[in-house]
């Protein structure tokens, strides 16, 4: 039995969507139905991509694993160690309208455009020493909460254009993400090399069941910073700690997971927590807030 995507991205047109992924992008298509209006895509890190039409009325019946649905709106990035190649090969494939920009710790974002609001962003982080990545992690509260002064209530609810998060959804997931990923942390912390057994997460039941869209942000602006304070203590008490790993899987996923440093899953949050600040003062400029 063929293996199915865990991952999709819902789109108005499947031939544009295709169009724009494989011929523009550079994913590899894999197998096209027409018919059920999907397509396998294999995207540049690897991962096998649902293409899923209006036709489609249940995307998850179509996907295996976590089934992660990427909506409408949201950014796909990719790491890239050579930015100004990437632009020539983009150049190349019709798609001139490309920006540049750089984060306030020095990561470079190339980025460009797609079909139902998708941004593709091509990422060169900025070098950076353990240290570095402590500190970035460290500091990722006190950034949240500078973003977010001066707000009030109402400003919560503002967001980059109708249908996108507003600021009050994205630190509710923020929380969230700190929640699942500290275990995880921790798991290859105590026991390296242990299996891991990941949370289901699901990114449209659980925000509408927590009540994202309404919800003060207090509860989890604080969880935030605590969750970080305890991991910032653990990550001292264990010398050595940043090459150990733990085995990541879903309940139905691969069964030998993936493996997964204290390293790379700290560095992920701090930059996780960055780009969604920077979300925000995105949000906030358009908004002149």
Known sequence: MAKRPEIALKVSNLDAGIDFFVNRIGFALQEHQPDRDVADVRDLDGDLILLAGPKVENVKEHLAGAAFVIQPGEAIR?????????????????????????????????????????????VARAQRSQDDVLRMYAQGPKDLQAVLEGLSEADYDLARSPGQWSIRQIVHHLAEGEMLFAPMIKSALAQPGS??????????????????????????????????????????????????????????GDPEGRKVTVGGLVGGMAQHMEEHCEEIRTIRKLHRR
């Open 78 to 122: 990719f790491a890239e160690d050579n930015l100004e190649a990437r632009r020539a090969t983009l150049l190349e494939r019709g798609l001139s309208d490309l920006h540049f920009e750089e984060t306030a710790s020095g990561d470079r974002i190339l980025s460009v455009q797609g079909p139902d609001g998708y941004t593709v962003a091509f």
């Open 195 to 252: 299996v891991y057994i990941r949370n289901q997460y699901n990114q449209e039941i659980w925000p509408e069941i927590f009540k994202y869209a309404s919800r003060p942000v207090d509860s989890s602006v604080a969880l935030v910073t605590a969750i970080r304070a305890h991991l910032v203590e653990l990550l001292q008490c264990v010398p050595d700690n940043w090459e150990q790993y733990a085995m990541m899987r879903t309940i139905d």
